[in-house]
């Protein structure tokens, strides 16, 4: 019981994620204000504006579905922290798993979206409805594409458990580099996940103010942008427990080291996208994650069925 | 026989009775005055015939028993003829000209709102540019108006509050509900972008009507920033009033300040020395370039592309330090006065200048290669926004938004003021009619002003910087035009003699481009908006400038100093019946 309350509050839990992710955030904005030739936040401005945020009057509309209202950003809190849990990060095997905990993974990042939508289509603002709607509009374009690329790892692990492809992949050293052009399109879709350029359709500042969360305030917007800072880090450590799952059997400093490494590359490679990239419009967005994105997970199923038929006999 | 004579002879041979009425005051400035019964066939005939198919705005005067109305007219070669009637103030009724130019309805609504002329057949729309609970029967461009009528007229409540609107002849302008009510019946979504807006920059209101993401219509309402300038430049003096309208916008400052002077520099007959036009003319060209750059900044935000953001306004402060070693000031640059400049570019200056325009076209040429490659920022403006060049000369647009659909047609070289007749560039027109058009036109225009600036900066004339004006300018009229950054700018001033201006009227280049965004958003989607209105580069504080300046202490000083301000707005609220003093004390 006590270990199971250490490991939801403090480790791997609440406490140390939110570390992370205040520093992954830190990271990424820095990394973005230094690409675009400013000098960017100092170390600890995600966290003061984390606890400013906090002390902050929180106003829900009068229209509101007040339940609704309240409960989304928790909601998205506690799955993305859950889904956490599943995953390896420096050793082979994560704190819980079995066999199908990839998909329990993959519905739980579902999660964050729908509160998304919800949250906005209850706020029953102009802006929030929009925003809403294009959240889940969104959501159908780019997960497709993200599920299939992560099934074909899975595929030629033979396993839909992290903690077993993890320990396939180890047994493998060099197998991860078969799945590249699956990493590819599940960094892309990360993008849309996390709905950042050029897929921040649904919070486009210059179109609908910001989105489902026009309406937040205070602590649930506090809570929310908590929520998409640690789906920023389960995220990155999800692809790189998929796809680049080299040096898992080091020693746990080393090991824990080499994840932030891998972690950090990911989260630096979605800054650098969106620092070159405009933002599109959503119906340009579902073209090209039909038309390009999802043919191309497609081929990497193709080739991982391929290369079991023949390579792994 | 110059061209404005073969006018002139062609107006006298269709109309006899305007025999000797045209007054060719130089060669591309001609006025003419007509009866009001008269007029329509004399105004059909200019339009139709003659082809004058370009409104440059209309003016409305206060003629005592009657009202003035000028309706600025040109050619395509930019010969202007300004048309004058007069209608009684009993009962000053007049036909609308929207039929021939849709655009004059903003210009109507302004003659309507401000002097009380009755326009017959304007299209419905939202009020301009009053408020909506401005009360009846108050014009404050005519000039037995004084602000004190306004508390004798009733409540002036804020606006929402107590809205009245205006019933009987301007009832036709002011249909501010309906346009919500129509959408919704049809079960769409009508959405307010503004008055305030994250992706607008000044206070102006967009009602959208959305099925989806499509926009099914769009509503205009503009007039939030008015400051009484036009009525303002009537109670001050020439030299004050240079100041005023330099502070109508806060970036093309100087190309207000420039149209104004010029006209009064007209009416006077004064000789600008050589210098000092070629500085007005440099300044007027940085300008461009800080404009154009802070526009690509913009744009770039607007379609959620914040890299060029920052990119293009790190490179514009550089221009910006430049200004303000020149001028003194980075915006409101006070260089003009009537009759020359007031400040000298130093020789040491010219290879500072000179260095930082060369970085800036190195940096100009990147962003330039930027717009051909990067997918992205294509894919979201082209095909956006579109304005065929039968919109642009139907509708009226202006500048950068007119050459991107192909019309050649700017006031630099058609009709050269400053010192534009003696240096060489090009006109940068485009074919795309959309936004990339306009992208494409200001980069264009950006490499055109460094090498404008370097002629300047390499052959600046010797000589004095100005010559003496007087302090009353002698009864007379002109009307100056200028290319602003976004589009002509037209100043029309009337001068009677003493140290005051008659009348001063202000067309901003933003309100003959506004009145197409309604047509560039047919049939698009949501997320274009922001970019679309962008893309007219809109400056509203430039469109809305004149109405109400309710002199605060009655006419007497109009120094107010901070503590004095202080006290009467204390005063203003207790006399409300609210007492901030009273209840912190409580």
């Known amino acids: ?313 | 026989m110059s061209e404005a004579e073969k006018i002139k002879n062609q107006i006298e041979q269709k109309f006899v009775f305007l025999k000797d009425a045209l007054r060719i005051q130089r060669e591309k400035r001609l006025w003419l005055e007509v009866a009001k019964d008269k007029f329509f066939e004399v105004f059909d005939f200019i339009v139709t015939q003659l082809d004058f198919s370009i409104l440059n705005t209309i003016t409305g005067t206060d003629e005592g028993a009657d009202l003035g109305l000028i309706y600025h007219l040109s050619l395509k070669n930019q010969m202007v003829l300004s048309l004058k009637t007069r209608v009684p103030k009993e009962k000053p009724a007049i036909k609308s000209i929207t039929s021939y130019f849709p655009a004059a309805a903003a210009y109507e609504r302004e003659i309507v709102d401000l002097l009380g002329a009755e326009v017959e057949g304007i299209p419905g729309g939202p009020r301009y540019p009053l408020p909506d609970d401005w009360p009846q029967q108050q014009y404050p461009l005519r000039k037995d108006w004084k602000p004190e009528m306004l508390e004798q007229a009733g409540k002036v409540g804020m606006i929402g509050e107590n809205v009245q609107y205006p019933i009987g002849p301007t009832h036709i302008i002011s249909q501010p509900s309906s346009f919500t009510l129509v959408h919704q019946t049809k079960g769409e979504m009508v959405i307010p972008v503004g008055p305030q807006h994250p992706a607008l920059k000044e206070p102006e209101s967009f009602s959208v009507a959305l099925r989806g993401e499509k926009i099914t219509g769009v509503q205009v309402r503009i007039g939030y920033n008015h400051r009484g300038i036009e009525k303002g430049c009537e109670q001050r003096s020439y030299i004050q009033d240079v100041y005023l309208v330099e502070r109508i916008c806060g970036i093309c400052s100087h190309s207000h300040s420039t149209c104004f002077v010029q006209a009064v520099e007209e009416i006077a007959g004064l000789q600008v020395p050589k210098r000092a036009l070629y500085i007005r003319t440099l300044i007027a060209e940085l300008e461009r370039i800080h404009s154009h750059l802070l526009w690509l900044g913009v744009a770039g935000h607007e379609i959620g592309f914040d890299t060029l953001l920052m990119y293009t306004w790190r490179d514009r402060e550089s221009l910006m330090d430049v200004l303000a070693m020149i001028t003194g000031n980075r915006v409101n640059y006070g260089i003009n006065m009537i009759g020359g400049v007031r400040r000298d570019i130093d020789s040491a200056q010219i290879p500072e200048i000179l260095k930082v325009i060369d970085k800036l076209e190195e940096q100009t040429k990147y962003y330039i290669q930027v717009a051909q490659e990067e997918t992205t920022l294509i894919q979201r403006l082209s095909g956006v926004g579109v304005l065929s060049k039968a919109n642009v000369l139907h509708l009226g647009a202006v500048g950068p938004t007119a050459r991107a659909s192909g019309v050649d047609r700017d006031v630099r070289r058609d009709d050269p003021y400053a010192a534009y007749g003696e240096l060489s560039f090009k006109v940068v027109t485009d074919d795309h009619c959309d936004v990339y058009g306009r992208t494409v036109v200001r980069l264009g225009e950006l490499m055109e002003s460094y090498s404008l600036a370097r002629q300047i900066l390499n052959h600046l004339p010797e000589g004095p910087l100005s010559v003496r004006a007087p302090r009353r300018i002698p009864a007379g009229e002109a009307l100056s035009r200028y290319e602003a950054p976004r589009g002509e700018d037209v100043h029309y001033v009337r001068s009677n003699g003493t140290e005051n201006p008659e009348r001063v009227k202000v067309r901003a280049p933003t309100l003959a481009n506004v009145q197409a965004v309604s047509k560039m958003l047919e049939d698009r989607y949501l997320a274009d908006l922001p970019i679309v209105v962008a893309a007219i580069d809109p400056c509203f504080s430039c469109t809305d400038r004149s109405i109400q300046v309710i002199d605060l202490e009655q006419g007497k000083s109009n120094l107010m100093t901070w503590e004095k301000l202080r006290n009467y707005s204390i005063e203003w609220y207790r006399k409300r019946g609210v007492d901030f003093r009273g209840k912190r004390t409580v």
């Not at chain 1, 909601?75 to 329990?104: C, E, K, Q």
């Not at chain 1, 602590?219 to 790189?240: K, N, P």
Request: charged share 10%; aromatic share 16%; proline share 5%.
């Open chain 1, 1 to 313: 019981m006590a270990s199971a309350l250490f490991n939801l509050l403090v480790f791997p839990g609440l406490i140390f994620l939110g570390v992370i992710s205040l520093w992954a955030e830190y990271f990424d904005r820095k990394l973005y204000a230094r690409l675009q030739n400013r000098v960017g936040p100092p170390w600890f401005q995600p966290l003061a504006d984390f606890i400013k945020l906090l002390g902050k009057e929180n106003v829900v509309p009068e229209e509101a579905d007040i339940r609704i209202f309240n409960l989304s950003p928790v909601f998205a809190l506690a799955a993305t922290i859950t889904a956490f849990f599943y995953i390896p990060l420096w050793g082979a095997r994560a704190l819980f798993s079995f066999n199908g905990d990839l998909i329990v993974v993959l519905y739980l990042l579902t999660m964050p979206t729908l509160t998304f939508f919800l949250g906005g289509w209850y706020s029953r603002s102009l802006f929030s409805t929009i925003g809403a709607v294009r959240s889940i509009t969104q959501f159908f374009a780019y997960e497709v594409p993200l599920f299939i690329s992560i099934l074909a790892p899975a595929l030629l692990a033979s396993t839909w458990s992290l903690s077993e492809m993890a320990v396939f992949y180890s047994a493998h050293p060099w197998y991860w580099m078969l799945n590249l052009i699956g990493f590819g399109v599940a960094l892309i879709a990360l993008l849309g996940k996390l709905e950042r350029v050029p897929f921040d359709i649904p919070e486009a500042e210059t179109e609908i103010v910001a989105g489902s969360f026009t309406e937040y305030s205070g602590r649930l917007l506090a809570y929310f942008r908590m929520a998409i800072d640690i789906e920023m880090v389960v995220g990155a450590s999800l692809l790189a427990a998929v796809f680049i799952p080299f040096g898992l059997n080091l020693n746990p400093f080393l090991g824990f080291v080499l994840y932030l490494i891998k972690i950090f590359f990911i989260i630096g490679v979605l800054s650098v996208l969106r620092t070159v990239f405009a933002r599109l419009r959503i119906d340009q967005m579902i073209v090209f994650c039909w038309q390009y994105v999802a043919p191309i997970a497609f081929l990497q199923v193709l080739i991982n069925l391929i290369l079991k038929g023949f390579l792994l006999r």
